[in-house]
């Protein structure tokens, strides 16, 4: 059977399961029904256009655009914003209605079938993980939407989707959503009550990606985003019953996924999972593929801050299943990148490698040269795997000597890599270096009063307590630091049962209870460092390398309480802590184990 007649054969089974006829899939694709039959018997090769708006229309989830992959030397045929539009060869007629009947066709209202065309073509690019080319295709179907407020808003819904770089504030985005906003002012209608919750909900999200003073807008920063998204969420679920009848579902799981995000670094993670279920329900009844994959990702990562990492584990493999239909790019790499996270928790230190050095470094430059999207959120979620793997097998020294710290450093808008910097300085005997650098980050964010209290904060205090607890074993802590250190105990006392997760998702860093308790070590209280350890250790059961760190922790803060028998349970975590590090390849902690069991037997 060749390649075509394969095609043909996936077609018809796609277009029989949903019920649809060839002159219906003709009408939702605008392409001629005879066409079509050609390209089911196989007498017709398909086409990438073809393929994508088949895919789209028939909620293949990926299948169809995996048969016919685009020459590489072939460009998508895109509109330019003075160019005539024009069909795809072999079109249906222009005044061929679409058919109601599939999931997909039900979330996209009728603003013409020009506008309608543009639109499905951006939604089949987006599928095939293409966001650039999407976002050029939903932009063309906003400027033909002059003068239809709701069509606009529509576009412009579809147009925020599309990823943003981490840390960064798209401008022109947030000047589009507010001008739909304020062009669908006095609109009361329920379509224009939703459209406006979304555009509400992608402005909150786009409001909060920025990090600090310098990367937000002059009028707005990221709490005021959070602010933003908590209202939108409120009247969403305040609804009128009439009103919320008329929102379809998949605008809800739109507000519902915008708001989760905007709220991500001041809401407490407990009930943003509360929020990732409800999304979850949503997409099953939206039965919309894009908002099942967004769900399961959101469910996963609430479910690990929370320490349900069982619960996780399952929720990832719901995801595989998901991926293994989607087959793109972009949910092959959310789903590596979830395993690669759980390697690496788990001690897999091979197969995490095996990814961060190998596939993904590919995936990354070929997404980079086809500016398919905005790869610097790739390119970071990569680059933290990498330091985080590093730091564990004890070889943080690489990070300087083949260029990754740069990386590191070039990041350091983003506070949390200002933290893995300090850290890695720290661990490679940079010292005066490293208070440096900690001594600037306290005074540029007010002895971390100015940090949110959630989110990219938690992970960016676990880092900087490990630095403190180095510094302060090797004799060159400052008392300044002392106050800034209080802060960050203080910070980290809400925090007291999750774990750190940093990212979204990129690595886990172990329980924040642990974090405490090497600042309590630091400042000299070993009781108090035990009691946080203990809780910590309930938490790490099901990670060997975080138990090889807290039994060490745990070492460290018996020795210092100089009780009876302190030495003797000491030693054995020791031990205990040294046989499980070698097995798995951590040698900087197996040293200091052997380091510290070597001055007891002194």
Known sequence: MTSDERFGDALRSRREAANLSLGGLAALTHYSKGYLSRVENGHRPAVRELALRCDVALDAEGELI???????????????????????????????????????????????????????????????????????????????????????????????????????????????????????????????????????????????????????????????????????????????????????????????????????????????????????????????????????????????????????????????????????????????????????????????????????????????????????????????????????????????????????ERHGYFPVWRAGLILALCETARYDRALDHLAAFAQDTRGFTVLPPHGWSVPTTALLAESHAILERTSTYDAQLLRPAAELRERLTAHASELVLAGWPTVLLGPAARASGLLSLAGNDPAQALHHFWHATRLARSSPPQMARLRLDEARAHLRTGTPGARRAAVGLLNTARRSAEDLGMTGVARECGGLLEEEAG
């Open 66 to 408: 995996a048969m016919v992959p685009e020459p590489p030397d072939v460009k998508s045929a895109l509109p330019r914003p003075d160019s005539q539009l024009t069909h795809p060869a072999h079109p249906a007629h222009p005044s061929a209605q679409r058919q109601p009947s599939l999931a997909e066709a039900a979330r996209s209202p009728e603003y013409g079938a020009e506008f309608d065309r543009l639109i499905r073509s951006g939604d089949a690019r987006y599928t095939a993980g293409e966001m650039q080319e999407a976002g050029r295709w939903y932009l063309a179907a906003y400027r033909t939407a002059t003068g239809d407020a709701r069509a606009g808003a529509f576009a412009i819904v579809r147009y925020a989707r599309r990823w943003s770089d981490p840390g960064q504030v798209d401008r022109e985005l947030l000047h589009l959503l507010r001008g739909c906003l304020a062009a669908l002012d006095g609109d009361e209608s329920p379509a224009a009550d939703g459209l406006r919750l979304q555009l509400s909900a992608h402005l909150a999200k786009k409001l909060s990606m920025a990090v600090g003073e310098d990367t937000a807008v002059p009028w707005a920063g990221p709490e005021r985003g959070a602010q933003r998204a908590g209202r939108t969420l409120r009247e969403l679920r305040g609804l009128p019953p009439g009103r919320r009848l008329s929102l379809s579902e998949e605008a809800r799981c739109e507000v519902l996924t915008e708001c989760r995000w905007g709220l991500y670094d001041f809401a407490p993670a407990g009930d943003l999972l509360t929020v990732s279920e409800e999304l979850q329900d949503a997409a099953s009844r939206a039965r919309s593929a894009h908002f099942h994959g967004e769900a399961l990702v959101a469910l996963a990562i609430d479910q690990l801050r929370v320490g349900r990492v069982n619960s996780a584990f399952a929720t990832v493999e719901r995801h595989r299943a998901h991926a293994a239909r989607r087959r793109s790019a972009l949910t092959t790499w959310q789903q590596s990148t979830l395993d690669t996270l759980l390697d690496l928790w788990r001690g897999r230190f091979k197969e995490a490698a095996d990814w961060i050095f190998g596939e993904s470094r590919a995936i990354v430059e070929r997404l980079e040269a086809d500016l398919a999207v905005p790869v610097d959120t790739l390119r970071q979620t990569r680059l933290g795997q990498a330091y985080w793997l590093l730091r564990e097998q004890g070889r943080m020294a690489e990070l300087f000597d083949s260029g990754m710290a740069d990386g590191v």
